[in-house]
């Protein structure tokens, strides 16, 4: 870090000496000062243009075709009168980019037991409008367990039976591809979703039976239906990923039984043992890739986000040094996953939302000195499942979650991940204990009761209102005056600069906006999200611009129509962030 703001301020020093000495009417496009509050003062303070950072290796070639964004400025704002300053202030800083953002950060996770759900409109248009852009299938654990090419049946070789962590035979279970049940989802009617929504697939093979299938070579057994599942995909996925949390006790194939294993696997995983079954993988899938010219293919190995002595009762130890030292440079890019919150406690929105920042660092760090300490090159990192654990008080399906995706997002961009993906798009309702981002309506007996079918919940409109907000880079951004008010600041290449702020404490919080390198415009746009009264702290509900919900849960159905806020940006850029709530804000370029 040091290094990186030694060379950034020398690029900043040379920059400021040639803009003195240019002439005043030579200001490039965009420059301009705010003068401490979004407005322009004539161009007579010098603008630092913005640094070029280079791509940060955790991202790598996820960022391949990354595009510049134009901001849409809004037809029919609503004009609304500024609340008075406060003790807070933003500062955004257009000179210091921290990254380009990727696409990839907004995506999420589909799987076999929303149903059919290709055929369902109201669904299908959400997921177009809120853009993913990455969609990860078939899970989750069953992943483990998923037979793509298969109806109803198993190959010969897996077993009926498999046994729990703790020794217990149970039946397996299997999920297959070709299940056309209306419960299940069937491999094909991924594939339309991923093109109707115009989405990038990601795709989880079995890594599992690698482990307890009872064939002479179940490691290559498994390696072979994984990369025949590459041929069938004809060039259409370019990530793939070799298992799901394996390091994990509850994951199929962490103990196998010995008495029908044929090739002298331990009974139970080791890290270094998924490393060399990773590399078996990895040739197979790659060969059977360059077959069907899927030159460009990508495959994630699974990695532990934190260290695994800080859980000695369910992670398998030594995890990232055994499978990042057997499987050497195979891997293309390394897999985590985060749940934030402590496991199944009801936690209150302070505990929350103190989550994203340390746990998102933390995170990336250690995957990070887990491959400094295997010898290896930093690779793309993905967090392809996040969410939260937190229970008891339908804090899953709150506003609250609304907001920490929100955080979690800006977290990523600061700490440079190369692709997100949140689980998942719909779960079962059980009392509000949902990971869904929808109501699920095809699950009958498990289904959000009052709430119409697909009903988007608050995380949904929290997402939407980002993706929509926020620049093509991200720039650094800063509070002074409350800790509580979390901002992330970007810019965009059509000439504006945009900051989303995060309030959260139980108060209104009245902000200051402003935004150094920056020749303001005229005017600001605005979305304010906030939770409802009821099921207080954890509404149901989320409101946008004052615009609710029809029913118990959710929010607006017209939230692509819901005017803009508007207001002058001189005599300064102020918005009142509400109590648990965000502001999502848009400042115009000067013309």
């Known amino acids: 870090m040091k290094k990186h ?34 407005t322009d003062n004539g161009g007579s303070t010098v603008i630092i243009p913005p640094n070029n950072p280079d791509l940060a290796a955790t991202q790598g070639f996820f960022l391949d075709g990354w595009q510049a964004k134009t901001f849409a400025t809004p037809v029919s704002p609503k004009i609304v009168a500024k609340p008075a ?30 149903g059919q759900y290709v055929d369902q409109p109201v669904l299908m248009q959400q997921l177009t409008d809120l853009s993913p852009n990455i969609l990860r299938f078939p899970g989750g654990s069953l992943s483990d367990i998923y037979f793509w090419n298969g109806s109803n049946k198993a190959p010969d070789d897996a077993p009926a039976q498999l046994l729990n962590y703790a020794g217990t035979s149970a039946s397996a ?38 482990r307890y299938g009872t064939s002479d070579k179940p490691a290559e057994a498994a390696a072979h239906l ?63 890739a360059a077959e069907v010219g899927n030159t460009g293919i990508k495959i994630g ?44 406690q009801n936690s209150s929105p302070e505990v929350i939302l103190a989550t994203p920042q ?12 887990s491959l400094q300490n295997a010898g290896l090159t930093q690779k793309p990192v993905a967090l392809d499942e996040w969410n939260i654990f937190a229970t008891g008080s339908k804090q899953m399906v709150s506003n609250i979650a609304g907001l920490h ?90 000439g504006q600069a945009g900051v989303v702020l995060v309030n959260r404490s139980s108060l209104d919080r009245a902000v200051t906006v402003n935004i150094k390198n920056f020749a303001a415009g005229a005017n600001y746009y605005y979305y304010t999200l906030s939770g409802g009264t009821d099921n207080v702290p954890f509404s149901r509900k989320v409101y946008v611009n004052g615009a609710g919900p029809a029913g118990d849960s959710g929010g607006p159905a017209a939230y692509k129509t819901i005017a803009a806020n508007s207001a002058a940006i001189a005599g300064g850029i102020i918005v009142t962030v509400p109590a648990r709530g965000s502001v999502f804000l848009v400042a115009e370029g000067k013309k």
């Open 5 to 38: 703001f030694l060379k950034t301020g020398m690029a900043a020093l040379v920059a400021l000496a040639l803009l003195q000495s240019c002439k005043k009417d030579s200001t490039p496009k965009g420059g301009g000062d705010n003068n401490g509050g979004g």
């Open 85 to 114: 300053a406060g003790s807070v202030t933003a500062t955004v800083d257009l000179s210091q980019v921290i990254t380009k953002v990727s696409k990839n950060l907004f995506g999420n996770n589909t799987n076999p037991f929303m």
């Open 173 to 210: 279970g299997y999920w297959y591809g070709n299940n056309t049940a209306n419960w299940t989802f069937t491999l094909d009617n991924y594939y339309k979703v991923l093109q109707q929504t115009n989405s990038t697939g990601l795709i989880t093979v079995n890594y599992g039976y690698a």
């Open 226 to 288: 994984a990369a025949d599942w590459v041929r069938y995909d004809k060039g259409r996925t370019k990530y793939w990923e070799i298992g799901n949390e394996n390091y994990g006790n509850w994951e199929a194939g962490y103990r196998i039984n010995l008495a029908t294993n044929k090739d002298g696997q331990p009974a139970i995983l080791t890290g270094a043992l998924y490393g060399i079954h990773f590399k078996i993988f990895a040739d197979s899938i790659r060969k059977a």
């Open 301 to 344: 190995m699974v990695t532990t986000e934190a260290d695994e002595k800080d859980n000695t009762s369910t992670i398998i130890q030594g995890w990232n040094s055994g499978a990042m030292t057997t499987s050497a440079a195979s891997p293309d890019y390394y897999v985590v996953h985060n749940y934030y919150t402590p496991y199944m």
């Open 358 to 369: 340390p746990a998102t660092a933390n995170m990336m760090s250690w995957v990070k000195t």
């Open 405 to 494: 995706a929100v955080m979690v997002l800006g977290e990523l961009l600061k700490n440079q991940y190369s692709m997100a993906s949140r689980w998942d798009l719909a779960n079962a309702w059980d009392n509000g204990d949902d990971h869904g981002m929808f109501n699920n309506s095809m699950n009958s007996s498990n289904t959000e009761l009052g709430a119409p079918a697909w009903n988007a919940r608050p995380a949904f409109y929290y997402m939407y209102f980002f993706q929509k907000y926020f620049g093509d880079r991200m720039v650094s951004s800063s509070v002074t005056g409350s800790p509580d008010i979390i901002s992330y600041g970007s810019s965009f290449q059509s």
